[in-house]
């Protein structure tokens, strides 16, 4: 039953004959998890606590940093260093102390991601690259539950619903993942600051449909958003057979792998410091930019931005094992090709994760 205090606070919500009582206390009893706690993740986030879900799981292993703050507006800058996931916890408790959040600062990955979801009725996708998409609707086929997914690039954003009571899938939207080339660069675009707003408040309220059952879910139906000319389309899909059924147990693990870093040899970053302690340690390259490199580096590494590459190779050692890192695996694994594509090197081992993972294994340490 809802408290007197609860009452209060849901009070607009039990004054509409679509949700009443009965609709607030399926709210109160339902489990969500939202995975990525950035610019999309934040809103759904407000919007679902403020709702009233009861049980709300954030998934998340990145750090909140200085140019999250543009659009990552759970956060402040006394958030800065710290694991987002447990940032955003602490935030969506203040704004709803009568929920419970779970916060999980890793990364869903092949290895965890049916014990990460089973546990709730809707999963929300607020990451932002390619294989975690497919691992996510792949999953949520296996274990039967409703996917709500947002995408934004630069001024755009969409939103849609798989897997919604038999609906299409996201591979019946988007059959395979696109390649390297044909997908937006990991990391390096940039985005309008209040579209992650926008298209995280538009999951959220796909979220309450579903939760609630109420009005037309984005099931079968694709809504894209121009922030620059502010016109809305829909696009209709079906579902397709030969991919409704792809789920963890029948996809092609390729489909999870970093397509970023395709053809690039790697080291963990327990491998690395390893490596780091020996007689003969690795020459380190950071591709990041001058102020990610300022804001934390790891020790000894020289930079030389992915934008600048060209004009450094001639500082890259040719016969000496190199390490190569950015923020999370993807940049410098584009910057590897570009080495052994272009300039014929191949002593360049990339930093799995980047200086996250580097980051992460140092707590754990």
């Not at 800065?80 to 203040?94: D, N």
């Not at 932002?128 to 690039?153: E, H, M, Q, W």
């Not at 001639?314 to 590897?336: D, W």
Request: proline share 5%; net charge negative; aromatic share 6%.
């Amino acid at each position: 039953m809802l408290t007197s205090e609860e009452r209060q606070i849901y009070r607009r919500h039990l004054q509409l004959p679509e949700i009443g009582e009965e609709g607030q206390l399926r709210l109160k009893n339902a489990r969500v998890l939202v995975v990525g706690a950035g610019g999309l993740g934040c809103p759904i986030l407000q919007y679902l606590a403020a709702a009233g879900v009861g049980h709300l799981g954030i998934v998340d292993a990145d750090k909140v940093e200085a140019s999250n703050l543009q659009r990552q507006i759970l956060y402040g800058p006394a958030d800065l260093g710290h694991l987002k996931a447990e940032a955003a916890a602490r935030a969506v408790r203040r704004i709803n102390p009568h929920i419970q959040v779970e916060a999980q600062t890793c990364r869903a990955t092949l290895g965890n991601v049916r014990k990460l979801l089973e546990a709730y009725d809707v999963v929300v996708d607020g990451t932002d690259n390619f294989p975690t998409r497919y691992l996510l609707n792949d999953a949520c086929v296996t274990l039967k539950k409703t996917l709500v997914s947002g995408a934004i690039y630069k001024f755009e954003g969409q939103v849609s619903v798989f897997n919604y009571q038999g609906g299409p899938t996201y591979r019946c939207l988007f059959p395979q993942p696109p390649s390297a080339e044909e997908a937006p660069n990991c990391d390096a675009t940039g985005v309008l600051g209040v579209l992650p707003g926008l298209v995280g408040t538009a999951q959220a309220t796909e979220v309450l449909k579903v939760i609630l059952g109420i009005g037309e879910v984005l099931s079968g139906r694709l809504w894209m958003f121009d922030a620059l000319t502010f016109q809305t389309r829909l696009l209709k899909f079906a579902c397709r057979p030969d991919q409704a059924t792809i789920g963890l147990d029948n996809a092609n693990p390729n489909d999870y792998a970093d397509f970023c870093g395709a053809g690039v040899n790697a080291v963990s970053a327990q491998e690395l410091q390893v490596q780091l302690a020996s007689e003969h340690p690795p020459f380190l390259l950071d591709v990041r930019e001058p102020d990610e490199f300022a804001s934390g580096h790891i020790p000894g590494a020289t930079l030389l931005p992915l934008s600048n590459l060209d004009k450094g190779v001639g500082a890259v050692p040719r016969h000496h094992p190199v390490v190569v890192y950015c923020r999370s695996g993807r940049r410098s694994a584009e910057a590897i090709e570009r080495l052994q594509t272009q300039y014929g090197f191949s002593n360049l081992l990339n930093l799995d994760g980047g200086i996250l993972a580097w980051d992460e294994q140092a707590i754990d340490a």
